[in-house]
């Protein structure tokens, strides 16, 4: 046990479990949860915060438990192998020989009657969390990251009002919103929350979503919209949000044995921190992409990474709830994504002369 909880990392061989044609959101569930019991659910260690997957069907991957750091770091981490790999085949090929590696050895476990009795307990409770993940990872190609940037406008925050408007179609509703804003500029910094259910959020999408208003006035809404988001993000970004500072009030308040200050017991407050939609953008400079579940059972979890020409999107939700489809989401998020961009070009369009329009 002292071997294992002192190592850095582990690896993880799964054995070849399903088809060698795993789509994206197979494997990202695989990665997750190693497919169940009777898989390689067993092949995890998640007390460990860097576990590299290697399975024989050639699906591969990371599984980040990030109470030390945040998944940006392994992204990053993960690049820098995927390079080193692709940049050096040759020493590669001379290290997977295994000559200088020492024989692997069988750990001898001695388990109590009382242990093994809580291991079919568990795989059973694993087995219930793997059928209830809903996971939907897709590459959406009609435009990316280049196209935001040639209406001047923010990718990130033009992705996040998408994201708005999709679940306001779902739902008729916004709900708190939150999305990772490094602070790692600070003394030990980690994140601190973008809420992106702005009020001007709310006013773009109710316009679109109408059919009254003109293209000029829903175009000024998507962009005060967006203003709104790059706003609060740079404000996060440089310790300016509320999140941390009133999580740094409440635990001040524990550490004092304080009475919990009343505000910490407002129903506003504790609402406001059920992160329905939890988001995150981990862009990467190789094919690779990141996900992860819902932070509360009637939520989504949708992590992107856009790209020059395409965005890829894991959206994920838990069948239990009536409340969450991830196709659903997926769906109205493509159209969303589309809308916007159909109302980008119609607005840009420029106006046609007298002259050409007389002569139609």
């Not at 994206?24 to 190693?34: E, I, N, V």
């Not at 809580?118 to 190609?141: E, H, T």
């Not at 998408?162 to 994140?191: D, K, M």
Request: aromatic share 8%; glycine share 6%.
């Amino acid at each position: 046990m002292a071997l294992i909880e002192s190592s850095l990392c582990l690896v993880c061989l799964d054995d070849a479990s399903s088809a060698l044609d795993l789509g994206d959101s197979c494997r990202a569930a695989m990665m997750l949860h190693g497919g169940g019991a009777e898989k390689n659910g067993a092949n995890r260690w998640y007390d460990k915060s860097m576990q590299f997957v290697v399975g024989l069907n050639g699906v591969c991957g990371v599984v980040c438990e990030h109470s030390p750091f945040e998944g940006i770091v392994l992204v990053q981490c993960s690049e820098f192998l995927l390079k080193y790999i692709i940049g050096s085949p040759s020493k590669m090929s001379m290290a997977v020989s295994g000559k200088a590696l020492p024989v692997p050895k069988r750990l001898t476990w001695k388990v109590s009657l009382q242990v093994q009795g809580f291991i079919p307990a568990s795989a059973g409770r694993l087995q219930r969390l793997v059928k209830n993940l809903d996971m939907d990872v897709f590459k959406f190609s009609a435009y990316g990251k280049e196209f935001i940037k040639k209406q001047k406008m923010s990718p990130d925050g033009f992705i996040q009002v998408a994201l708005q408007l999709a679940f306001y179609r779902c739902n008729r509703r916004l709900v708190p919103t939150y999305e990772s804003a490094s602070i790692r500029r600070f003394r030990e910094g980690r994140v601190d929350n973008i809420r992106s259910a702005t009020k001007q959020a709310l006013a773009f999408v109710q316009s679109v979503t109408q059919e009254k208003p003109a293209d000029a006035e829903k175009m000024q809404k998507l962009k005060e919209a967006i203003r709104a988001q790059t706003d609060y993000t740079i404000a996060a970004i440089t310790g300016n949000a509320i999140d941390n500072h009133l999580l740094g009030l409440l635990k001040i308040s524990r550490d004092l044995k304080m009475e919990k200050p009343e505000i910490f017991c407002d129903q506003t407050y504790v609402s406001s921190n059920q992160f329905i939609l939890s988001t995150s953008q981990v862009p990467t400079t190789v094919e690779m992409f990141c996900c992860y579940g819902p932070v509360v059972a009637n939520g989504y979890g949708a992590c992107y990474n856009p790209q020059s020409d395409h965005i890829v999107f894991c959206v994920s939700s838990f069948r239990e709830s009536t409340e969450t489809s991830s196709a659903v989401f997926s769906s109205a998020l493509k159209e969303a994504l589309l809308q916007v961009r159909d109302l980008c070009i119609r607005t840009n369009k420029p106006p046609q002369s007298p002259a050409h329009n007389a002569g139609k």
